[in-house]
């Protein structure tokens, strides 16, 4: 080793050198902050595990490798072979980057619904992104989920990565995060909160700290349109709770085989709303630059506070980086479109308010196209929602219909199904009216207005503004 500077060149032969062999070896280890100005109020210590340390920006460094490295030892991923997966950026990454370590291709699906820039992000590591349909059932083989399944079956020599089933996944937490923040608490957490998606961190992470410490509570944050709190509370995976929602890393409208909810104690459920302000509060009153599943995780935590006391020692996990929303969350545009940001006036509550017949009156998708027919014309409508299983799944208007039976009077006995189109976009109740204007005035005759906490749905119509503003 050779020093420079004013000194003399001096030669250390027995120096011990420090460094990482690779970038791989700078995974884990992630600091434990706590948090000041956005808990003030919260009687507890509160803690965030900042997993922006790692070299790809998030948790999900951890569990790529891991698996990468099971699939490795079992033989499933050969040399030279292709590592496919769906992944909405963060799990992408991690792989991305174990995979030029390594000597791996990388296929991504992705969807529709995630930031621009983090698909861009995996192409800049020289992984192959393909981008997906969100507002279709995982089943359906557009989905993402299907579309890497198959390519994982066509591409010779190909590994089919799969992190919600992957068991190393959560193991990677059992191994890693549980013990890290054991350690970096001296064993005095007293619960843990985690943003939930594959099920991976928080079962991993929660199994390997109720082992150690069984009274320690283990929260889940999901989103309204997810499946996973009504799911933890009664076993049943209810369609009805599933639709289009904007928070991105957590819920899920399927249960992935990583989750074990006998670790959970609860779920917390947030809004979209509230996730992308807290998140902008978190960069802002703490300097930590966090992405939108943090924003949830202490919007979450503020709505549990009465359930925590002084001694309590909080750890909430902040799983990605707020470069990955430079287009959305940090972008006042994108917020104020979103009708995110509190404005005095009139909202979309008072409209619903202000109607008299508020009731959500829809068609299932097997009824006939003559049924749907018959209930736009009993109500005066000129459009139905249209559900499966109770879910919102597509649209019908009283034009598309006429426009299409007059090229098929056959379909009156078909399924509505068959003619359907896009659901109409999905609404918080609190939206500003001149955020609901904006979104009925573009191609939108309708919007379904939502109220989150009050589990119900509504219809505002284009008329329905009218009548409210003129
Ligand atoms: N937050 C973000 C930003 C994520 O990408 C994910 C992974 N989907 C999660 C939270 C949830 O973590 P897990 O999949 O381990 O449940």
Not at 15 to 37: A, D, F, Q, R, S
Not at 252 to 258: K, R, S, T
């Amino acid at each position: 080793m050779i020093y420079g500077s004013n000194s003399a060149l001096v030669y250390l032969p027995n120096l011990l050198l420090m460094y990482c062999k690779n970038i791989l070896e700078t995974i884990g280890n992630t600091p434990l902050v706590k948090l000041n100005k956005v808990v003030e109020g919260v009687n507890a210590t509160v803690l965030a595990k900042v997993e922006t340390f790692n070299p790809g920006n998030s948790i999900k460094d951890r569990m790529a490798l891991k698996m990468i490295e099971d699939a490795e030892k079992s033989g499933k991923l050969k040399p030279g072979g292709t590592i496919i997966e769906g992944t909405s950026g963060n799990t992408g990454m991690g792989l991305a980057i174990a995979a030029i370590i390594k000597g791996y291709k990388c296929i991504f699906t992705t969807t529709d619904k995630q930031s621009k820039e983090k698909a861009d992000a995996l192409r800049a590591f020289g992984a192959e992104v393909i981008i997906c349909p969100t507002n279709v059932e995982p089943e359906d083989p557009r989905s993402y989920y299907s579309v890497s399944a198959r390519l994982g079956k066509e591409i010779p020599n190909s590994f089919y990565v799969n992190q919600y089933d992957n068991l190393s996944n959560r193991q990677a937490h059992y191994e890693q995060t549980g013990p890290e923040i054991w350690e970096q608490t001296e064993g005095k957490i007293t619960h843990l909160i985690v943003g939930a998606g594959t099920g991976g961190t928080i079962t991993g992470t929660g199994k390997f700290l109720k082992e150690k410490n069984p009274n320690i509570k283990v929260w889940g944050i999901d989103t309204y349109g997810s499946a996973l709190k009504k799911y933890h509370e009664t076993g049943v995976l209810d369609k009805n709770e599933i639709y289009p929602y904007v928070t991105e890393g957590i819920g899920e409208d399927f249960i992935p085989e990583n989750y074990d909810f006998s670790v959970i104690d609860h779920f917390e459920k947030v809004t979209d709303k509230d996730a992308a302000l807290m998140t902008r509060e978190i960069v802002r009153k703490e300097g930590i630059w966090v992405g939108n599943s943090a924003g949830s995780a202490v919007a979450g935590l503020l709505q549990m506070k009465d359930k925590l006391k002084p001694t309590d020692v909080v750890v909430i996990i902040f799983h990605d980086h707020g470069s990955r929303y430079l287009a959305k969350i940090f972008n006042d545009e994108w917020m104020r479109a979103k009708g995110y940001f509190d404005k005095k006036g009139m909202t979309a509550a008072d409209i619903v308010g202000s109607k008299k017949n508020v009731e959500l009156i829809t068609a299932g998708v097997n009824q006939t196209v003559g049924e749907a027919l018959s209930i736009i014309h009993q109500n005066n409508f000129s459009q139905l929602p249209v559900t499966r299983e109770g879910r919102i799944v597509g649209n019908i208007t009283e034009n598309h219909i006429y426009s299409e039976l007059i090229k098929n009077p056959e379909l009156k006995n078909k399924p509505v199904e068959t003619i359907m189109e896009e659901a109409m976009p999905f609404m918080d109740i609190h939206t500003p009216v001149d955020t609901l204007s904006d979104t009925l005035c573009k191609q939108n005759q309708a919007v379904i207005v939502k109220d989150f906490k009050a589990d119900r749905n509504y219809i505002i119509t284009r008329q329905d503004m009218v009548d409210v503003l003129c």
